[in-house]
């Protein structure tokens, strides 16, 4: 096979004989296939002689292929110019908008602080709240270079020349302020001008009916009729769904080949053209009867791809060949023992994905996403896998570097982390958190595909058994092959070549249909950037940012200024009614930075201070921009829109609140000084009566570590220490070394709430103003939420003395139940449950005894199969008889009947659930009849499941009422398979 020799991979099958796992193709399009239908079955069984260290090849686990053996040292092809590099192209381009007054702002973190986003996909994503009018405009203009992930064209990465699932999204913005002209015209001259890319090469694209761009590019900028092309809605106009802000676009595209000339002109060929620079001119508003408004405020949002101008200036192939990810395909290379520049195009699609998928799942990690099952978590796993895969196929073996128990990703994500400098420098410090998330998880992983393995297995089996027994075709279910595919990371020809090998088919049908249905959610959460304009926009305009007076008072007089029921606005409010009120000031803290918002009330007063209205107030949230939206229900009176009121909260609730947020700053400075400065927050809840405190960690932490944590904390707040609080400039802070916290948004001034000698962190909460107000501090509990991310819960002030006084009194109800004096407890107690396990043993042995004296009544029950090798077989129910004892039972019986012999047992212990268990000879198991799988088939009739070892297993199940027509079908099935 051209580019590369694969190695046989066996395993055994209930067929009875090994198959390979070759690597092959189907029709089923996926990351690891390529070619066509006619390469399946390309299996090489030649050991390779590997000049990269492997001298003596072993036959190797699922996926070690090896592609494309060196016999010199490795030597990548000429490339051609990239004296333009990616960096400098990122810095020109900021430096040329800076210079047209933009204001340069950094990239936000590929969390998004917009809940309808799971993930950054667009670099005017941290704009929304402005283009929504939901927040003021702090700049005209802004130019960024955004990070950004999309993973709905995954399968296309490596395979097209421009797909990426990390890339970095260049832009203007106008705010209001320029419009179409301008942005034409700069982007023409950033493209001609400081890049110097050639006018004849560059092609726009308008909007069909936007007869106004057409004229700019056409009339003013000089571009040829025939080479702007108009295209229809679903090209070129920009829409954020049903209803909200929408505008036309405008593209340039490069033409890679002019020599095709102008008739017949697709901009969609991607072999031809390339679009780089997106201007989307956000002028209407679209209302819910499907028309445009204008738009009072008209804004310019536009993308260029760094990755794609990169490619086109620096003159190579594809997106991945630029010097903005060719570094680490380079280091994928050496570590496969290949040559990119030699290796076929399947290798080299190999080497793509990789090296794409590298650079997200480090900015991933280092923007806080660990790796798990759910949300986030799920992207970035996937990331991993797909990666670990891929090198599997390329034959990356251990670490790639003669560690064949090592990992090989953390030496790929050192390359990303030395191109990172440029695009994000705090990668760097928190380089080896990430390095150690990426072994870990790359280890795990190895050791799922191996369970993944032992799964297919079992499955195939299943579907042979179920055939027999159903006399009907054998075939895997399309759930059973997606199983493989999304958990374990079987690719599906590789499922579907193992079960052609055993006769056993797949229901492709239903696994394109599991797919789909994944695509489908994939992109639905990750494609999608919902803007509206809303209800509250209105009053946006109406409304001053609230006043926020809660670090120093707890009570004010305040003016309402909005009244929202049901989230549209009314003038008055009665009794009983749910309420959302904004004031023009307020001491009420609203929920933000893990704390949450207070309670408190209302009042409304008469002139003979009689309180005409109570509003009790049991939330408080911030909304459109930093206005505060007091949530609550009308108890008294009626409230009426441009009241003035008192507002008061609850104090006692504020000072638990402080009092926890306060013992959050602690306990993390005492984390960062027991188990190590790399350790950060990973979220966090203050509530009044709790903290809750998520920190990424490998492991659970020791009894030890957690007794000291809560020593270094009380020992704080016994120090009694005042706290500082004060206001600088973002750069001031983080120069003084105070702590930012990840996924929260900082001005340019921001807060600094300091313990000193203690803790130092950017802050909007509240907090003591001495430690010892705390009082007490403890640990609840410590547990793992996720991959490398620990949580711990504790209490303090009030709740600590609560929770301690509470465990008291437990503790003394059990010195008094047993007896004994509190330090006498865990003794007493041990002693308990010794007794108690005896006791369990004694009526174990009991039952033993009783199973066997009854399976002696029964051995005469035994029926002889087969002609020639007479198999003595017995099925029978035992009543009610307990799984222990139906084992010794089974044990008895298969000693007595001698060899072969086949046992089968059920039994009711309680009437609402099976017990199963089922014993073979050795001469029974050498005919290819195997207890575990066995019984797992028969379970299954009674709502059950189970398995084991070939010659003992036992099985449970959920309905009784089927154990006789179970037990039925086993004897059935013994006595056919054993005649």
Request: glycine share 8%; proline share 3%; aromatic share 8%.
């Amino acid at each position: 096979m051209m580019g590369g020799s694969i190695l046989p991979i066996s395993m055994h099958t209930r067929c009875g004989a090994k198959f390979l796992l070759p690597f092959s193709t189907s029709r089923f399009s996926s990351p690891f296939t390529h070619g066509s239908r006619g390469n399946r079955g390309l299996i090489q069984t030649l050991a390779l002689v590997d000049h990269c260290r492997l001298r003596n090849i072993k036959r190797l686990k699922l996926f070690t292929t090896r592609a494309q053996p060196l016999t010199e040292d490795l030597v990548e092809g000429e490339r051609s110019n990239t004296s333009i590099s990616g960096d400098s192209i990122r810095k020109r381009f900021l430096e040329f908008y800076a210079a047209r007054g933009h204001k340069v702002l950094a990239s936000s973190s590929l969390v998004p602080e917009d809940p309808t986003v799971l993930l950054t996909i667009a670099g005017m994503l941290q704009f929304k709240p402005i283009f929504l009018g939901k927040v003021p405009r702090e700049v005209p203009r802004a130019a960024t270079s955004q990070r950004c992930i999309r993973t709905n064209d995954i399968d296309n990465v490596g395979r097209t020349s421009r797909h990426q699932t990390f890339f970095e999204m260049l832009g203007n913005f106008s705010f209001g302020d320029y419009f179409k002209h301008d942005a034409i015209k700069w982007a023409w001259e950033l493209s001609t001008v400081e890049f110097g890319l050639p006018a004849d090469r560059l092609w726009i694209s308008v909007y069909e009916e936007d007869d106004e761009a057409f004229a700019i590019w056409h009339d003013e900028i000089g571009i040829p009729a025939n080479r702007i092309v108009r295209l229809g809605k679903e090209d070129n106009f920009w829409t954020s769904g049903p209803t909200g802000p929408c505008g036309p676009c405008s593209e340039i595209y490069y033409d890679f080949q002019t020599e095709r000339g102008y008739s017949d002109v697709d901009l969609g060929d991607d072999v031809r053209f390339m679009e780089f620079y997106n201007l989307v001119f956000m002028q209407y508003n679209r209302k819910d009867d499907g028309s445009l408004e204008p738009l009072k405020q008209k804004n310019i949002d536009t993308g260029l791809g760094l990755e794609r101008l990169a490619r086109i200036l620096q003159q190579v192939p594809n997106n991945y060949e630029t010097d903005l990810m060719f570094p680490i395909i380079q280091k994928a290379s050496e570590l496969a023992c290949v040559s990119y520049s030699l290796s076929n195009e399947s290798t080299k699609t190999h080497l793509r994905i990789i090296g794409d998928h590298m650079r997200a799942i480090v900015y991933l990690i280092s923007d806080g996403v660990y790796p798990s099952n759910i949300g986030r978590g799920y992207v970035v796993r996937r990331l991993i896998r797909r990666t670990v895969r891929t090198g599997r196929l390329l034959g990356i073996k251990g670490n790639g570097m003669g560690d064949l128990e090592g990992a090989f990703l953390p030496v790929l994500a050192e390359e990303v982390i030395k191109l990172s400098t440029d695009i994000d420098s705090d990668v760097k410090t928190r380089s080896s958190r990430i390095l150690d998330e990426l072994k870990r998880e790359e280890l795990r992983f190895v050791s799922t595909l191996e369970r993944g393995e032992k799964l297919l297995e079992q499955m195939l089996a299943d579907a042979l058994s179920r055939a027999r027994m159903d006399g009907t075709v054998p075939c895997l279910s399309g759930k059973d092959a997606f199983l493989l595919y999304d958990t374990y990371g079987f690719p599906v020809e590789i499922t579907k070549e193992v079960a052609d090998e055993c006769g056993v088919g797949i229901d492709m049908d239903s696994f394109d249909v599991e797919m789909e249905n994944q695509r489908r959610q994939s992109q639905a959460a990750h494609n999608t950037v919902k803007l509206s304009v809303e209800t509250g926009s209105e009053l946006a305009e109406s409304i001053p940012d609230t006043e926020f007076l809660g670090y120093s008072t707890l009570s004010s007089k305040a003016v309402v200024e909005g009244l929202l029921v049901k989230g549209k606005p009314v003038g008055q409010v009665t009794e009983g009614n749910e309420v959302e009120v904004l004031l023009d000031r307020t001491p009420f803290y609203a929920e933000s930075g893990g704390q949450i918002g207070d309670h408190g009330f209302l009042y409304a007063m008469e002139s003979g201070n009689g309180r005409e209205a109570v509003v009790e107030i049991r939330d408080v949230q911030k909304s459109l921009g930093n206005k505060y939206i007091h949530k609550g229900k009308v108890t008294k009176g009626h409230l009426d829109l441009g009241l003035e009121i008192e507002a008061e909260v609850n104090a006692s609730l504020r000072q638990g609140a402080k009092v926890h947020h306060t013992a959050t700053h602690l306990l993390q400075a005492a984390l960062k000084q027991v188990i190590g400065q790399e350790t950060s927050q990973a979220g966090s809840l203050v509530a009044f009566d709790r903290l809750r405190f998520d920190f990424n960690f490998s492991r659970s932490l020791r009894e030890d570590e957690l007794m000291e944590i809560e020593r270094l904390v009380n020992q704080w707040i016994g120090d009694a220490t005042l706290l500082e609080t004060k206001v600088m400039p973002l750069a001031d802070a983080k120069k003084a070394g105070a702590i930012a916290m990840f996924g929260e948004k900082y001005g340019e001034q921001v807060r600094v709430v300091d313990v000193p000698g203690v803790s130092m962190e950017l802050c909007g909460g509240t907090h003591v103003s001495n430690t010892s107000e705390i009082r007490g501090f403890k640990i609840i509990s410590e547990q793992g939420i996720a991959s490398g991310i620990r949580r711990i819960e504790a209490v303090a002030g009030d709740a600590f003395i609560d929770y301690v006084c509470t465990r008291d009194n437990y503790l003394k109800q059990l010195c008094s139940t047993l007896k004994v004096n509190a330090e006498d407890v865990t003794t007493r107690v041990n002693n308990l449950l010794k007794d108690v396990r005896e006791a369990r043993n004694e009526v174990s042995a009991a039952r033993a005894k009783a199973a066997i004296y009854k399976a002696s009544s029964i051995t005469s029950n035994a029926v002889t199969v087969g002609s020639s090798t007479k198999t003595r077989v017995l099925v029978e129910s035992m009543e009610d008889m307990e799984a222990d004892a139906l084992k010794s039972a089974a044990e008895y019986l298969i000693d007595r009947l001698g060899d072969p012999a086949a046992v089968v047992l059920g039994s009711c212990p309680d009437g609402k659930r099976v017990s199963l268990i089922a014993a073979f000879s050795p001469g029974v198991v050498s005919v290819g009849i195997e207890a575990g799988k066995f019984i797992g088939a028969i379970a299954k009739l009674c709502g059950g499941r189970g398995g084991g070892r070939p010659n003992m297993a036992q099985a449970g199940g959920t309905e009784p009422g089927k154990l006789v027509e179970a037990l039925e079908k086993a004897r059935e099935e013994l006595e056919s398979r054993l005649s």
